[in-house]
């Protein structure tokens, strides 16, 4: 019997993000400065290895390379975690969902469009308003994915997709930074700037003891690699430490980058305008936004089959009917048409297994 395939979302919303090993990875579009950054790390962290290393260890503490191997390590992991996991991407409208918007009668069916919608011929309003714990809070309507945005979600011209409290498409971990990638960002930009200051402080120390009675001139012909080490390290050490500050400032603020940029909660002309998903104190909202529950993939990626998927839909749609609940509508349902989709979302999953249940069993699959 041929096996048939469960089309699955990444494939038919992809964008132009580029999806690997059957969509369990993924990166944008133009992965080469992601490359240069990895290349940056290991061929300076292999100098300090091959150079720095056995001189400190046998100089001053076997400990030495092991911790820089610890560091090393936990900064990899955190942007290969951040480079090749979806970053909150919102599937685009289904066909049916977006002729629904745009004659007007609002997707889901439930309370209409809005002011000025569903008159023949004028299209729907572009522009919907809902309460987040009672702030008004604009959801615009994305031309390309042809729905209305969520709060906080902002399209990335780049990746061509819409993500969830997107932050800024980073070039240099090849990868929009978002709702779900975000802990993993400012965890590989708190390591590395631990790395970078670990890897050169060990480069000075090794110069320093080399050049103890011979001279630096000396110090710096027995071991130019450390002097290489050195300035690759304080060029950069600057950057990675001002972007890691910056980013604390943000996670215990609870504002995306995005945000900050266009002075969403900004004072303006006297009127202030406080943010509504800040919880009130710098450490809840670090703890809400480096460790809270982690929003599952809506792009459904992974292989066909196994729990995960259908546990993804039910958290979806879980995660949709809570998101409803909080951003309470000042007119009309505005939520409606990401709670209609993960609704489909999870009739998808039920279908493929029960799909999976009948090819159990033998029979025919009826392909999607
Ligand atoms: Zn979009
Ligand atoms: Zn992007």
Redesign the pocket.
């Known amino acids: 019997m041929a096996s048939r395939r469960v089309t699955r979302k990444w494939e038919v919303f992809a964008?132009r993000n580029r999806f690997w090993c059957d969509g369990r990875l993924m990166t944008a579009p133009h992965p080469g400065v992601f490359v240069l950054t990895l290349a940056l790390i290991c061929s300076t962290c292999a100098l300090h290895f091959a150079f720095d290393c056995p001189f400190l260890a046998a100089r001053v503490s076997p400990a030495v390379p092991v911790a820089g191997a610890a560091l090393f390590l936990f900064t990899m992991s955190a942007l290969l975690r951040t480079a090749l996991s979806d970053p909150g991407i919102?599937p685009?409208a289904a066909a049916a969902e977006a002729a629904a918007l745009e004659a007007g009668a609002g997707a889901g069916g439930g309370g209409g469009g809005g002011a000025g919608a569903g008159e023949a011929g004028r299209p729907p309003p572009r522009a919907r308003e809902v309460l987040v714990r009672g702030r008004p809070v604009k959801l615009k309507y994305?031309?390309?994915?042809?729905?209305f945005?969520p709060p906080r979600?902002?399209?990335?011209s780049l990746c061509?997709?819409?993500?969830d409290r997107f932050d800024h498409h980073c070039p240099w971990v090849g990868n929009c930074v978002g709702k779900r990638n975000y802990r993993y960002f400012y965890t590989f930009v708190v390591s590395l700037s631990f790395l970078a200051v670990f890897v050169f402080a060990c480069a000075v120390a090794h110069l320093a003891l080399e050049a103890r009675g011979a001279g630096l001139g000396a110090a710096l012909r027995a071991s130019p690699a450390s002097a290489l080490v050195a300035a690759v390290c304080f060029l950069s050490v600057w950057s990675v430490l001002g972007l890691a500050g910056f980013h604390t400032y943000l996670a215990s603020t609870d504002q995306t980058t995005n945000e900050d940029i266009k002075g969403s909660f900004s004072t303006r002309r006297g009127v202030s305008n406080p943010n509504p998903y800040s919880r009130g104190n710098a450490c809840a909202n670090c703890w809400h936004v480096l460790c809270g529950p982690l929003a599952p993939s809506l792009i459904d990626r992974g292989a066909a089959g196994g729990g995960r998927a259908e546990r993804v839909a039910a958290a979806a749609a879980a995660r949709h009917h809570h998101d409803r609940r909080r951003a309470r509508p000042r007119r009309a349902r505005p939520a409606a048409a990401p709670a209609a989709r993960a609704a489909r979302a999870a009739r998808t999953h039920r279908a493929a297994r029960a799909a999976r249940r009948a090819r159990r069993r033998g029979r025919a699959l009826t392909p999607r």
């Open positions: 964008g919102i685009r994305c031309f390309t994915c042809k729905m945005r979600a902002s399209h990335c061509d997709n819409c993500v």
